[in-house]
């Protein structure tokens, strides 16, 4: 839902029903046992009629809920309702950021769910929240109101029984390296941006792809990536000069340092030392000169056509094809011999996807609030959200492992049985709405696909022991209305002046001190970076108040 839509709405509040206006005149009747909601659902999905799992939830909390849901033009329809007052009882799936929730709870057009989550009427959610305030944090709005039940999919190390539970995005980007051309050159896994830069070099000289698979002569390219590209880009090789700057959940190039204090590097020391570096590798030709303008399709054909030395991406094997088993991980490389930065480096994780609170939000029209909620209460059952994730017992879940584990059904099974693959059956079963799927459900309730587990295990036992600090900025901070306003206006801007100028001083050569300090005063003067900091820094200072 988009703010100016929110706006629109705001502007037809004249016309809006005394029902919207703070729920004062939303008639009670806790017989009410029959409700409707409007909601998403995939456009693969039949629509949820005759979902067995809902079905046998509806029966066992004795009511009945007429299903009105669509997977197209779903934000204009709930517009129209919400500006018209003709409410359902709730929406779901609906994905309303915290901007609309904290407008639609304050105008009564949502009620305030706080009342109802306790151990009688929603018992499973109350001792998810008492046992994760982080989740309770980040669903309650800044007037202490709670207006849409918390919805996400954790998938973190803890779902491969690990002790310490880190996300499968704290480290977006595996580096790789071709480990046969090293053994071919008698060289090591580099260590350092120094020895890989070395490395490189033999690659160019040596024309590693002709010699070593039959490339045609001078296809060599010593590295290849994307230009701060997710899982694909050049962020991780500035973890030598103490920082990675992901593309984030929150805002490009922000820090949170372990005393709390959050801070952009994009106008540090560190960020400029490190754009003069990697510009003289691109010089060089070490790094693709297509690295701003290839897509990832792109990149994934030079690899494995056997072009490419050094490389990032989610996986080995998914990059590199049929060259895969030459490749290892790189590890986190240190810094220049000879600057600060020598022997050290700090990579700068990532949070998870984070929960969201839009996916449920129950309107003033409804009269058994409690008896609704009671309904979506059996949703945070690991056993039921598991179903309603991916589908049915019997159908998308077919076994049970020595543990009561649940094994989901084979790509082949799949096609055999029903005629689709995985991903379309899921895609056919899957429920839009208020979900939560913790980390540990992959190791007590069902295991998560073989591909998944793979690259958390590598995350912990290779990737983590590297990382020298863990603090990340948590997405699920609670913003006030005022502070989004100061988002909105200054973010892209922000964010684009950022990538425009990095792109271009590892191009043409970093920066002069004159270009320096005009950049650094455009980002405070015109792009709002204090703004921007401080609030950041509210929010989160809020936030860990909330816990």
């Not at 806790?30 to 039949?46: I, M, Y």
């Not at 050094?310 to 049929?322: A, H, N, P, Q, R």
Request: include cysteine.
């Amino acid at each position: 839902m988009k703010k100016k839509v929110v706006s629109l709405v705001l502007a037809a509040s004249m016309v809006l029903s005394m029902t919207a206006c703070g729920g004062k005149t939303a008639k009670k009747d806790e017989n009410q046992k029959d409700f409707t909601v409007v909601g998403a659902q995939s456009a693969l999905s039949p629509g949820y009629d005759d979902n067995t799992v809902l079905n046998s939830l509806m029966e066992e909390q004795g009511i009945n809920i007429t299903w009105n849901t669509m997977s197209d033009s779903l934000d204009e329809q709930v517009n129209i309702q919400i500006a018209g007052g003709d409410l359902p009882d709730a929406y779901m799936g609906v994905g309303f950021s915290n901007y609309d929730l904290s407008t639609y709870g304050g105008d009564g057009t949502f009620i305030d769910l706080t009342e109802y989550i306790n151990s009688d009427t929603m018992p499973n959610l109350s001792k998810i929240l008492e046992e994760h305030p982080e989740i309770k944090a980040a669903i309650t709005m800044d007037d202490g109101c709670i207006y849409g039940l918390p919805s996400a999919e954790q998938m973190g190390t803890a779902g491969i029984g690990k002790e310490e539970d880190y996300s499968i995005f704290s480290v977006p980007q595996f580096s790789m390296i071709n480990k046969a051309w090293l053994d071919d050159l008698g060289l090591e896994v580099p260590t350092s941006l120094d020895e890989l830069h070395a490395a490189l070099e033999a690659f160019k000289e040596n024309d590693m792809a002709a010699k070593y698979y039959g490339a045609p002569a001078g296809s060599t390219i010593p590295m290849s990536t994307g230009f701060d590209q997710w899982c694909w880009g050049q962020n991780i090789f500035y973890a030598g000069f103490g920082f990675t700057n992901w593309i984030n959940d929150v805002c490009n190039d922000l820090v949170l340092n372990p005393d709390g204090k959050v801070d952009f590097v994009c106008d540090n020391d560190e960020y400029r030392d490190a754009l003069t570096y990697f510009s003289d590798w691109y010089q060089e030709g070490l790094i693709d000169q297509e690295m701003f303008s290839q897509d990832d399709t792109q990149l994934m054909s030079k690899c494995q056509q056997g072009y490419v030395g050094v490389s990032t991406w989610w996986y080995i094997e998914e990059l590199m094809g049929d060259y895969a088993d030459d490749y290892v991980f790189l590890p986190v490389l240190t810094g220049p011999e000879g600057t600060q930065y020598e022997g050290k480096s700090n990579v700068t994780i990532r949070t998870g996807g984070g929960t969201t609170s839009g996916n449920l939000s129950v309107t003033s029209a409804c009269g058994n609030p409690a008896s609704l909620l009671s309904f979506y209460d059996k949703w945070y059952d690991p056993e039921v959200v598991m179903q309603l994730q991916y589908g049915p017992i019997d159908v998308y879940f077919t076994s049970q492992d020595e543990n009561g584990v649940w094994n989901s059904i084979t790509e082949e099974e799949a096609k055999e049985k029903y005629g689709k693959g995985a991903g379309e059956l899921k895609s056919y079963y899957e429920v839009a709405g208020p979900k939560l799927i913790l980390s540990d459900y992959y190791s007590s309730t069902f295991n998560m696909e073989d591909r998944a587990i793979e690259r958390l295990t590598d995350l912990y036992d290779f990737w983590m022991p590297q990382v020298q600090n863990t603090s990340v900025y948590p997405v699920d901070c609670v913003f006030t209305e005022e502070e989004l306003d100061t988002i909105d206006m200054y973010k892209t801007d922000f964010e684009d002046a950022v990538s425009e100028q990095e792109g271009l001083w590892i191009k043409e050569g970093g920066p002069t001190d004159k270009e320096w300090d005009a950049y650094v005063q455009r980002l405070n003067d015109s792009c709002g970076m204090q703004e921007l900091i401080k609030v950041y820094q509210d929010a989160y200072d809020r936030y860990q108040e909330a816990l």
